[in-house]
């Protein structure tokens, strides 16, 4: 009897275990699905994030928050159509081709000759007025050598012989004009063209060149800018509210056959300016070295750094994306599609007023009220969405939506700090528009030698993006600011910034001797 107990028990043991690995098993293979889906959605699916919240009564959560229903996709049977076009006018669209330009273009003019006034009868044609075609055309890029040609001339009563000094180059012994050193960089750092493939370009139209005197020419040009890159860094250190990044690049050898794994940390300024600083390491460390006397708000992803780096920091406010916050919902989208919809949708209310303050132009307190009166309701009914999630029994650790929910009810209060104060942006989206440039460049430079030329490379795309950000013309900027850096009084090295330089100099920029 007793043999008949144990073996019964160890059977419903056994039973148990069983059912335990089965769940485990589950769990497990939804979890890899999961991953599985997410890599399917980087390599094939939509880059896009936005989305249109849908407008879904039995939401209860989403009172008040209604989105404008789509309009219906029946035609109906008449319409009328109103509308008013803009008159057309030589500055902007020059002929019915749509053909638009401005006055920075260079103009061609062919004359085309008329047969009938060039024949015997001549004489009984007259022309009474011109048609104009107009044609987009591209020249072939090409290079050009400088020959300067000094007389010497000598003086006849005491023979002293005199020579015209030759014109400055950027540094002594220099072959090389402004004109080719900001192109080549503007082709690299703007355009993503490695210098070995301008290498190729230069050989092929009869220059040559090694790829070492390329890369040294880089090295020295960058050399030049990194004052200015200090001084654009030291502004944007004193902005009351500063968004910050970072972004993964290959750069110096760890052992034969691999590299080491550095990081850029691009820091976005309050006015509009950005400079990509590097670091061998993720760590709060570089926040310490970077940041030392912060003391505003700074807005960043979940990254544990930051908060790390603002323990430290009694003044200083810590703000959180929420553009991060969603991504962590779009990857548990899968798992229980009506559930995140819900979630996705209080979420779209907040972007959306913030398209609304943007379409009024609030700023100051009236953006501080506005955020108060409309996005505090939306974020506490979001929030409050998550508690009710949070007692459901049927969720478990592992599961996705359980990630998401952790995520954003962890960093809560630094989700909210945007509400009180209107100089905090709603996400990290502006600063992730201008480090596109990394990895954009990555696809074709791949990885930094060394360590000294990923830390060239941030200083060069410093300047470069902060033109972007403010309008300038790249390589008008480059070959006026390194031939003026030389000259201009290092306590005014800011006014050399794109910010200021636009200001300044970009009405009367410092040009090349060579005729474009």
Known sequence: ?????????????????????????????????????????????RKSEKRQPEDIPEQPLLAGFEVEPAPSSKAAD?????????KQRGDDC??????????????????????????????????????????????????????????????????KIHSPPAPTGL??????????????????????????????????????????TLTQWCHRAIGLLEPIHQAQLRHILQSKTLCIDETPVKAGRNKKGTMSLGWYWPIYGEDDEVAFTFSTTRGSRHLVETLPDFTGTLLSDGHGAYTKFLRRIEEAEHAQCWTHGRREFVRAEKSEPETIAQALDLIG??????????????????????????????????????DDQCQRMDL?????????????????????????????????NHLERTLRV??????????????????????????????????VNPTTYLTDVLQRVAVHPAADVEQLTPRLWKQHFADNPMRSDVIV
């Open 1 to 45: 009897m007793k043999q008949a107990l144990s073996s019964a028990k160890d059977g419903q043991d056994e039973v148990l275990s069983l059912r335990r690995e089965l769940r485990d098993s589950h769990t497990r293979i939804e979890s890899l699905e999961h991953q599985l889906e997410w890599f399917k959605r980087q390599l094939f699916g």
């Open 78 to 86: 008449t319409e009328t159509i109103r509308y008013t076009r803009r």
């Open 94 to 159: 020059v002929n019915d081709s749509g053909l638009r330009f401005n006055d920075s273009v260079p103009v061609q003019v062919i004359e085309m000759p008329a047969p009938e006034l060039e024949g015997d009868d001549a004489d009984d044609y007259e022309v009474i007025s011109e048609k104009v075609t107009w044609r987009l055309a591209q020249r072939q890029t090409s290079y050009v050598v400088l020959k300067y040609v000094r007389p010497v001339v000598k003086r006849k009563d005491t023979g």
């Open 171 to 212: 540094w002594d012994s220099a072959i090389v004009d402004v004109s080719f050193i900001a192109g080549m960089l503007v082709e690299k750092f703007i355009y993503h063209m490695p210098l070995y493939r301008q290498h190729q370009k230069l050989g092929r139209d009869g220059i040559v060149l090694s790829r070492e």
């Open 349 to 386: 209310v907040l972007f959306r007023i913030e398209k609304e303050i943007r379409d009024k132009a609030l700023t100051g307190e009236a953006k501080r009220a506005y955020r108060q009166a409309h996005a505090k309701p939306a974020v506490d009914a979001f929030f409050a969405w998550c």
């Open 396 to 428: 478990e650790p592992s599961y996705p939506l359980t990630k998401a929910l952790k995520y954003v009810r962890k960093r809560e209060q630094a989700l909210r700090v945007y509400l009180d104060n209107p100089d905090v942006p709603i996400d990290t």
């Open 438 to 471: 990394i990895p954009m460049g990555k696809k074709a430079w791949l990885f930094c030698w060394t360590e000294v030329g990923a830390k060239l490379v941030g200083i060069v795309q410093s300047l470069l993006t902060t033109c972007r950000l403010h309008g």
